[in-house]
């Protein structure tokens, strides 16, 4: 990392590649789990992947679009995660018997990990020199409530699609942010 990125900035780009790799070891847990535990396994990637994008959604990209406007990786990014989105509402639909599921969770694999990798090495390389230090920490705060808004929504999440779980991942974060910082809702 540059010198001159605040080490808030660097604590915040550690948070995002740890997550990535968090989402990496729950897509591997759904691909290797026995009937026994796979549904468990499906329920806390789909609760993970709704919370970690959310968290992007509300916070990261409208701070990263609001530094540069012009940065098209930002719009790359964001459309991966509407492919990413679409490819979990899809994959929602398709039985599991008979291994028509695999190839579908295999691309969806494939999509978060491609995502994941332009997002730490492209996205991020470029905006953490732009950030300042208040930036970061509100970034930071939002990724550190993924974990409880994911265990939050694993509870609910065979009740809900993926849509729904976005929407109540938002919803949360909202709630718990406006909670610590004892403010009245946000506008937007």
């Known amino acids: 990392m540059q010198a001159d990125v605040d080490p808030e900035a660097v604590a915040f780009a550690r948070e995002v590649g740890r997550q990535h790799r968090r989402l990496q070891r729950l897509m591997h847990d759904v691909l290797t789990a026995g009937d026994g535990a796979w549904e468990d396994a499906w329920h806390q990637l789909r609760a993970f992947l709704a919370a970690h994008e959310a968290a992007e959604r509300s916070v990261m990209h409208p701070l990263f679009r609001a530094r540069d406007r012009d940065d098209a990786s930002v719009v790359d990014r964001v459309a991966e995660e509407e492919d990413i989105a679409r490819a979990m509402t899809t994959l929602e639909q398709v039985p599991r018997a008979d291994g028509w599921f695999r190839a579908p969770l295999l691309a969806l694999c494939e999509l978060v990990t491609a995502h994941s990798h332009r997002e730490e090495h492209d996205e991020l390389a470029g905006f953490l020199h732009r950030i300042t230090e208040d930036d970061a ?14 265990g939050t929504l694993a509870e609910q999440s065979p009740d809900h699609g993926f849509a729904d779980l976005l929407d109540l991942a938002e919803d949360e974060l909202d709630r718990l942010l406006l909670a610590s910082r004892g403010r009245g809702p946000r506008t937007s």
């Open 137 to 150: 920490v509100e970034l930071l705060e939002v990724l550190l409530l993924v974990e409880h808004v994911a």
